[in-house]
């Protein structure tokens, strides 16, 4: 059974080949061993990759002007964000002065 369809692990260019050769059987053996979206680590908890803005009360925010992504980049947008606030990975920001403009970029894959 092959877990990395679909998937790609990227080595160094400048990896040995003797790692190289190491490498590439255990990683493809231990493939169900990572996780490839938050969606996989459930269990862990958010509090270890918890991102909070320290914004001094005197601070002036310069706040960019709201961009259209357009229907097909506003649909890939939420359901990405909705994956990520189901798996408890992100959640509703209090500081909504702060926010930005979503960027999307293509995978190498086209998605």
Do not use: C
Not at 30 to 47: E, G, I, K, R
Not at 58 to 79: D, F, H, M, P, T
């Amino acid at each position: 059974m092959d877990l990395f369809i679909g998937r790609t692990i990227k080595l160094g260019a400048s990896l040995q080949q003797a790692h190289y050769d190491v490498l590439t059987p255990t990683l493809t053996t231990n493939a169900d061993l990572f996780a490839w979206s938050a969606v996989d680590l459930p269990d862990v908890d958010p509090q270890v990759a918890i991102h909070k803005l320290s914004i001094y009360k005197e601070a002036k925010y310069i706040s960019q002007k709201k961009r259209k992504l357009g229907e097909e980049r506003w649909l890939a947008a939420k359901v990405e964000a909705e994956k990520l606030l189901d798996a408890r990975f992100i959640a509703k920001a209090h500081y909504s002065t702060w926010l930005s403009t979503v960027v999307l970029v293509k995978k190498a894959n086209g998605k």
